[in-house]
């Protein structure tokens, strides 16, 4: 798992064996952490369960009010999603017939690749306004969106 911060243009993994909604969490966890209180993280994601799961719901019950924004693309909407993008490029880069020993290897190569990548991270410039659109627009453009 990992998100792309859009206003720095880096990459935030987080390497687990499963994508259950505890790995998940902790990776809400770890933005909760690396960003200051008061901040808006705004979350564009699939429509796994572990992202709507009653645990996740529960974790996100305990944040402040508003500070984790979910946008979940429509279903087959992957292509919407940069970190997608970003993992594909990733597996043609570097995952691509190599061999490891363990998963401890595999894990270290990809925190190694992500630290590659944050040397000089690419901003993409959004023409469009996260804070301008509005609930109608959300859903005449198929978004849904939602704090839980």
């Known amino acids: 798992m990992a998100g792309i911060d859009l206003?720095?243009?880096?990459?935030?993994?987080?390497?687990?064996?499963s994508h259950k909604s505890s790995d998940?969490?902790?990776?809400?966890?770890?933005?909760?952490?690396?960003?200051p209180e008061g901040d808006?993280?705004?979350?564009?994601?699939?429509?796994?369960?572990?992202h709507k799961s009653k645990e996740t719901k529960n974790y996100l019950a305990t944040c402040p009010e508003g500070r984790f924004i979910f946008v979940f693309t429509p279903t087959h909407g992957s292509w919407l999603n940069?970190?997608?993008?970003?993992f594909s490029k990733m597996t043609k880069q570097m995952l691509k017939g190599i061999r490891v020993k363990s998963k401890e290897e595999l894990a270290d190569r990809i925190y190694l690749y992500f630290e590659e990548v944050n040397r000089e991270p690419v901003v993409y410039h959004w023409t469009y306004k996260m804070d301008e659109i509005s609930q109608d627009?959300?859903?005449k453009a198929g978004i849904k969106s939602n704090a839980n």
């Open 7 to 17: 206003l720095t243009g880096e990459a935030i993994p987080l390497v687990s064996e």
């Open 24 to 35: 998940f969490i902790n990776l809400l966890k770890k933005l909760d952490n690396k960003y």
């Open 40 to 50: 808006v993280i705004r979350i564009i994601c699939d429509n796994h369960s572990a």
């Open 82 to 86: 940069m970190i997608e993008s970003f």
């Open 137 to 139: 627009e959300a859903v």
